[in-house]
C-alpha cells in the first residue's frame, strides 16, 4: 500500500514499495512549477503506479530537478520516466551516475563473473556462490546521459529552498546528501537510516576498497548538524537527533569490527568470519549482500595493518590478527 505522507506544507514523503526492506523514500519539495524530486523508487509499474497517483492529485507538477542521491535501483527507477515527463533537470555526483550507466549497459555475463570471482574470493562455497545473481540494472538502459554534477561543498537552489551538498563515501561509493541553508532539513539518502542504519559494503568490483573507512569519515562530518534537524532518509520515517544515530551506528560497526578482531587468531576467509560478526538472523536478512558487508569490516581492518591479507594463489583472501 502506498502512502502519501504529508510532512509539511510543499513537504511530500512518498513511501514506495519494494520487494525487499518493506519501502523505499522518493520526496516531492516545494511547490508547483518550483518542485524538486529526492530519489524515485523502483523501476516498475508498482512504483509508476504510485507516482502517477501523486501526479493525479496534483501533487507533483512543475519539477525542475531531480537528485538521484546515489545509484541504488531502488533510488534511480523511476528516473528515466520522471524526467521525460517533466523535462527535469537530473543531479548526481559523477562517479554515482558513471556506476549506473556502466552497472546498466554492461554484459550480463561480465558482471556475473565478477560477482563468482568475489564470492570465490570471500570462501563462499561454490554452490552457493553459483545462485547468487548479481543486481539486474539492465531495465534501466539506457540510463539518461544527460546530468548536472554535483560536488561536495556546492550550493543548490532547488524546490524553493537552498541547499549544501554533502557527499560520503560507505553505503555507496559518492552519496550525496542535502542539507537545507536553516538546517531544518537534511536529506540524507541510504547514508544515515533509522535503526541499524545502512549496510556497507565491498562490492565486487573493487574488491580492496574501504567503504567503511570513507563512511567512517562521512559520519564524522555530521557533527556540527543541530538535534532539532529533521532527517529525511531514503528509507522509513523521518526523524530528528541525528547525532545519537550516528552515535549508534557508529558503535554498531565498531562491535562488529571488536568481534571479528577477536576471532581472527588464525587465516580466515570473509565467509568464516561472518558468523562472528552477524548474527544468524541477521545473515539470513541480508543474504546475498553479506560477504561484502563483512568484506567491508575486514577490509577496513586490513587497511589500518590490524589484520594481514594474503590472497592465495587460486584467489581466495585470507585474513588474520597482524
Ligand atoms: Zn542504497
Request: charged share 20%.
Amino acid at each position: 500500500m502506498t502512502t502519501i505522507d504529508f510532512l509539511r506544507p510543499g513537504l511530500t514523503r512518498l513511501d514506495c514499495p519494494m520487494p525487499r526492506f518493506a519501502s523505499v523514500n522518493a520526496y516531492v519539495i516545494g511547490s508547483p512549477g518550483h518542485q524538486l524530486l529526492i530519489d524515485t523508487g523502483m523501476p516498475g509499474l508498482a512504483t509508476e503506479a504510485v507516482w502517477k497517483d501523486a501526479e493525479n492529485q496534483g501533487l507533483v507538477s512543475g519539477v525542475t530537478d531531480l537528485v538521484c542521491t546515489h545509484m541504488h535501483r531502488d533510488h534511480t527507477g523511476q528516473a528515466p520516466r520522471l524526467l521525460a515527463l517533466h523535462q527535469a533537470k537530473l543531479r548526481m555526483s559523477p562517479a554515482e551516475h558513471s556506476h549506473i550507466t556502466w552497472a546498466s549497459s554492461a554484459e550480463e555475463s561480465r558482471r556475473q563473473s565478477a560477482t563468482q570471482r568475489f564470492l570465490h574470493m570471500a570462501g563462499v562455497n561454490p554452490e552457493h556462490a553459483q545462485k547468487s545473481r548479481p543486481i539486474d540494472y539492465s531495465m534501466l538502459a539506457p540510463f539518461p546521459p544527460d546530468y548536472a554534477p554535483l560536488a561536495d561543498g556546492d550550493h543548490l537552489a532547488a524546490g524553493g529552498i537552498n541547499w549544501e551538498v554533502i557527499i560520503g563515501g560507505g553505503h555507496s561509493s559518492a552519496g550525496v546528501c542535502l542539507l537545507s541553508e536553516d538546517e531544518t532539513l537534511f536529506a540524507s539518502g541510504d547514508q544515515i537510516l533509522s535503526g541499524a542504519g545502512p549496510h556497507v559494503s565491498v562490492w565486487s568490483e573493487t574488491p580492496d576498497a574501504d567503504p567503511l573507512g570513507d563512511y567512517f569519515a562521512y559520519l564524522d562530518r555530521l557533527a556540527f548538524i543541530p538535534e532539532t534537524t529533521l532527517v529525511l532518509p531514503g528509507h522509513g520515517k523521518p526523524f530528528a537527533n541525528l547525532s545519537a544515530q550516528v552515535t549508534k551506528i557508529a558503535a554498531a560497526h565498531h562491535r562488529r569490527l571488536d568481534a571479528i578482531m577477536a576471532s581472527a587468531n588464525k587465516a580466515m576467509t570473509v565467509q568464516s568470519l561472518s558468523e562472528f560478526a552477524f548474527s544468524a538472523r541477521a545473515a539470513q536478512r541480508f543474504g546475498d549482500l553479506l560477504p561484502g558487508m563483512v568484506m567491508s569490516l575486514a577490509n577496513y581492518l586490513w587497511h589500518r595493518e590490524k589484520l594481514i591479507r594474503t590472497v592465495t594463489d587460486d584467489g581466495v583472501a585470507l585474513f588474520e590478527k597482524a
